[in-house]
């Protein structure tokens, strides 16, 4: 089944600051990456994402990077702010609908 | 459109006992999913619903069962809890191969 890694676990940014998050799967079968948003006490929140038949893509502050070659993608977070401090979870998927998670990146922006 | 809605939002039970969570997908979703997010780690795929007939399942023993109805909403049962079945219980629906929206969760807390 599909692995996917995620690093850093842990990620602490002055606030203004930018904030980049890796991910690595290793299924080649895997086509769809979102990225959820985590805050306490709440479910998974969809922010952006990414199919296979696109390298980039960019909604306002958030951006995500896929290299299907080297079987990784990124969140980058630009301007940080304090309401982005929560835990990051990125997934990818084949067309079998079934998630698989990363074990989330804890970002805190420092004001 | 409410999203997706779970109930209970927090449940305490004790070992052997069963346990019966239930989740509302968001208006038009016709799949529904059931992950197992423990504290700190990323959520696991359990099973996936759709058409009423589970569709895919996760690395999960048979005490994980389920069932969804005509109107598709969702219940997930858990029978002979044990300590290590603690954990945040998502639910996500979709409407075919689109984005997964999550519900808030359901705390278990099995004692």
């Known amino acids: 089944g599909e692995n996917v890694e995620q690093h850093p676990s842990t990620l602490s940014v002055q606030e203004g600051d930018s904030a980049v998050i890796k991910c690595t799967y290793s299924?080649?079968?895997?086509?769809?990456f979102p990225w959820y948003k985590q805050e306490l006490g709440k479910g998974p929140q969809l922010i952006i994402d990414i199919r296979s038949n696109v390298g980039e893509k960019k909604d306002q502050r958030i951006a995500v990077t896929l290299n299907k070659t080297a079987k990784h993608f990124s969140l980058h977070i630009t301007e940080t702010q304090p309401e982005d401090s929560a835990v990051y979870f990125c997934?990818?998927?084949?067309?079998?609908?079934?998630?698989?998670f990363g074990a989330g990146t804890t970002v805190t922006v420092r004001a | 459109d409410a999203g997706v809605t779970q109930s209970p939002t927090h449940l305490i039970k004790t070992r052997g006992q069963q346990v019966t969570l239930r989740c509302s997908p968001k208006?038009?979703?016709?799949?529904v999913s059931w992950y197992q997010q423990a504290l700190g780690q990323g959520p696991q795929f359990i099973f996936q619903?759709?058409?009423?007939?589970?569709?895919q399942r996760g690395n999960f023993p048979d005490r994980f069962s389920g069932h969804q109805f005509p109107n598709y909403s969702s219940e997930l049962n858990v029978n002979a809890l044990l300590l290590g079945d603690s954990a945040l219980y998502l639910c996500?629906?979709?409407?075919?191969?689109?984005?997964?929206?999550f519900g808030q969760g359901t705390r278990l807390t099995v004692v």
């Open positions: 299924d080649s079968a895997s086509n769809y």
């Open positions: 996500a629906s979709q409407q075919g191969n689109t984005e997964a929206f």
């Open positions: 997934a990818a998927t084949s067309n079998d609908y079934k998630l698989s």
């Open positions: 619903y759709y058409e009423e007939e589970e569709r």
């Open positions: 208006s038009g979703h016709d799949t």
